[in-house]
């Protein structure tokens, strides 16, 4: 129905498309669907975002936790939402840092959580450049939500980070 009424295109989280739990089976049954109803209807998607949020996985954020096995796996998960976007012709990939803070400040040192958001940007960064996807990072600054204290809360502190991340890739 939104091709009908002139829309443009459809932008998700990538949990929208693909519950968490799928099968690789039902992952495969849902991205061939969905590629057959954006060609049939003429949408297009030129933004998704990878859900590091709601999981309770992701309590302690997903970048910057302090457990490796989830910054892995928030990083996995991105690497399959870019796989997924680029399959579907997306321009951009959001990525929200909506946990990426704290509740305490006992909880996690804010400069090793830094350190370890820009690593996961600077990998992603040079997944993309390897598997020559054209596609743009969006990094959206959540000041008030969900959590208290926010690493990156403002746009400002967030180009600051992808600052540090481009200039490294560049200078190899």
Do not use: W
């Not at 049954?29 to 049939?40: D, T, Y």
């Not at 830094?114 to 990094?139: G, M, P, T, V």
């Amino acid at each position: 129905m939104l091709a009908e009424v002139g829309a443009y295109g459809v932008n998700f989280h990538d949990n929208d498309l693909i519950p968490i739990d799928a099968t690789p089976a039902e992952r495969e049954h849902i991205v061939v669907e969905c590629k057959k109803a954006l060609k049939e209807t003429g949408l297009v998607v030129p933004m998704a975002t990878t859900n590091l949020f709601y999981e309770p996985i992701f309590k302690d954020g997903a970048f910057t936790s302090n457990d490796p096995k989830v910054r892995s796996y928030a990083i996995q998960k991105t690497m399959r939402a870019i796989d997924l976007g680029v399959g579907n012709g997306r321009l951009a990939v959001r990525v929200l840092g909506g946990r990426e803070g704290t509740e305490t400040d006992a909880s996690k040192n804010p400069l090793d959580a830094s350190k370890r958001f820009r690593e996961a940007l600077n990998y992603l960064c040079e997944y993309a450049i390897d598997n020559k996807y054209d596609l743009k990072f969006a990094l959206e600054a959540k000041p008030n939500e969900p959590r208290g204290d926010l690493y990156l809360a403002t746009t400002g502190h967030m180009l600051a980070l992808l600052i540090r991340s481009i200039t490294r890739i560049s200078l190899g």
